[in-house]
C-alpha cells in the first residue's frame, strides 16, 4: 500500500471516528438545537468524504478543502463544550480526532509531490528504464539520420560527378589526335589521322592542349 492510499484511509478512519464521536455529543441536544446541529456536522462530514475521495486526483486542492472542513468541525464541536459533562469521552475523542486530521491534511499539504517513499521507488526506476529505452530510441533516430545525411549527400556528390561524366562524353569525339613524330594535330575522323600508328598516337582534349605541346591544326580537318 503506498503513502496516498496509507494517507486516504487514515482520513477515512478519522472521518468515521469524528462522526460517531460527533453524533455521540449531539443526540443531548434536543429540538431545533440538535436539528441545526446535526445538519452542520453532517454538511462537514459529507464534504470532507468527499475532499478524501479527491485526494488521489487533486490532492493539493482536496487538502486545503479538508484543512477548512476541519477547522469547521473543531470550531462546532468546541462550541459543543457545555456538553462535556453528557458525553466527556465523545468530546475527547471528537476534538482529538479532528486536531490529528487536521494536523494530517496540513502536513500532507505541505508535503511536495516529488518526495517519494522507498515503496514508491520501484515506480520510479520503471519510469528511468522508459527514460532509458525513449534515450536508446532517440540515439538509434539520430543516428538513422546521420546515416540518411551521408547517403544523400554521397547522391548529391554522384550527382554532381555525373554531369562532368556526361561533359567528357560529348566532347570525347572533339578529341584531338596527333602523332609523336608529326606536327600537326586531327580530328580523329581525318584521312590523315587513321594513317598514324596506335604506337605514336597522342590524344589531346583540347586545341589548347595540342597548340601547347607545339603541335599545328590540320588544314585539312580542323
Ligand atoms: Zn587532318
Not at 441545526?36 to 468524504?49: D, M
Not at 480526532?97 to 515503496?119: G, N
Not at 529505452?133 to 549527400?153: G, L, M, N, P
Request: glycine letters at 2%; one cysteine or more; proline letters at 3%.
Amino acid at each position: 500500500m503506498d503513502t496516498l492510499k496509507k494517507h486516504i484511509w487514515t482520513h477515512l478512519f478519522l472521518l468515521v471516528l469524528i462522526a460517531i464521536s460527533g453524533m455521540i455529543l449531539v443526540s443531548s441536544l434536543s429540538g431545533i438545537n440538535y436539528i441545526l446541529r446535526f445538519v452542520i456536522f453532517l454538511a462537514i462530514w459529507y464534504l470532507a468524504l468527499i475532499g478524501i475521495s479527491a485526494i488521489k486526483k487533486h490532492k493539493t486542492r482536496a487538502t486545503a478543502a479538508l484543512t477548512i472542513l476541519y477547522s469547521l468541525s473543531l470550531l462546532n464541536t468546541l462550541l459543543l463544550i457545555n456538553l462535556v459533562g453528557a458525553h466527556p469521552v465523545a468530546f475527547i475523542i471528537s476534538t482529538f480526532a479532528t486536531i490529528t486530521a487536521l494536523i494530517l491534511a496540513i502536513i500532507f499539504k505541505e508535503e511536495k509531490e516529488h518526495t517519494f517513499s522507498p515503496e514508491e521507488l520501484p515506480e520510479i526506476q520503471m519510469d528511468s528504464s522508459v527514460i532509458e529505452s525513449a534515450a536508446q530510441a532517440e540515439k538509434q533516430d539520430r543516428k538513422a539520420r546521420a546515416e540518411q545525411k551521408v547517403k544523400i549527400e554521397a547522391e548529391a556528390n554522384l550527382e554532381e560527378q555525373t554531369p562532368k561524366t556526361k561533359v567528357i562524353k560529348t566532347f570525347s569525339p572533339s578529341r584531338f589526335i596527333a602523332s609523336k613524330k608529326g606536327s600537326t594535330f586531327h580530328s580523329p575522323k581525318c584521312d590523315w589521322a587513321q594513317k598514324i600508328s596506335e604506337r605514336n598516337t597522342v590524344w589531346f582534349n583540347t586545341e589548347s592542349a595540342a597548340k601547347k605541346q607545339s603541335y599545328k591544326k590540320c588544314k585539312a580537318c580542323l
